[in-house]
C-alpha cells in the first residue's frame, strides 16, 4: 500500500523540506485537492526552483524547535543543519531564519486536522520539539519522516529518539515505507482514541 493512501485526509499537509517538483506535496495535492499545502525550505536555489510551482505556500526558513536562526550548511545542492564530520565545511555555512512548527502553525494553519512531512537530515526531533502545542491539541493526525538507525554526529535524531518520542506522545509506527541498512521513512499515525 503506498504511503498516502494509509493516511487520513487533512485539512492541511505540512512540507518540511520538499527538495524537489512534483513530490510529496503536489502528490497530496492531487489526492486532495481542497488540502492547504504549506512546506518550508531553507535552502535558497531550492526555494527559488520550487515557488513558482508550489502547489501551495512556500516559506523560505528552516524548522527546529523554536524561533530564531541557525546555522546551516549547503551540501549536495541542500542545506542541513548537521553535516557529518567529512562535510564540515566553513565556506559553505550560513545563517538561516527558524521557526518552530508551532509558531507556524498559530500563524499559517490555528485550526484544523494537519499531517506533517519531513526531510531534513537528521533535524526532526527538533521539529518534533517545536510543535509539542499542536500535537497535545490532537491536531497532528500523522508523521513521515526519514528516519536514521544510528546517529550520524552531534544534534542527529536516530530512529529510536524519534519513535520514543512519538510513541509517548499517542502515536504509533504505522508503516515502515522504505527501510535500507542506515535509514528508511516511516508513517507514524496517531492512536486512536
Known sequence: MSWID????????????????????????????????????????????????FPG????????????????????????????????????RFESKCRS???LAAELFPKG?????ADIEGAELLLLKGAEKTISEGRITGFYLEVWRERQCDGWATREEVTSFLTSRGYYEHQ??????HHGDVVFLRRPK
Request: with cysteine; hydrophobic share 40%.
Open 6 to 53: 494509509s493516511i487520513p485526509p487533512t485539512d492541511v499537509f505540512f512540507d518540511a523540506g520538499p527538495g524537489k517538483l512534483n513530490s510529496e506535496a503536489w502528490l497530496v495535492k492531487k489526492k486532495w485537492p481542497k488540502v492547504s499545502v504549506i512546506g518550508v525550505e531553507p535552502d535558497v536555489k531550492r526555494f527559488e526552483h520550487l515557488k513558482p510551482k
Open 57 to 92: 505556500k512556500l516559506l523560505r526558513c528552516a524548522i527546529s524547535d523554536k524561533d530564531g536562526t541557525i546555522s546551516m550548511q549547503r551540501i549536495d545542492g541542500m542545506s542541513i543543519n548537521f553535516p557529518r564530520a567529512n562535510q564540515i565545511n566553513p565556506k559553505s
Open 101 to 103: 512548527f508551532d509558531s
Open 113 to 117: 486536522s494537519v499531517f506533517v512531512w
Open 176 to 181: 515502515v515505507v522504505v527501510m535500507g541498512k
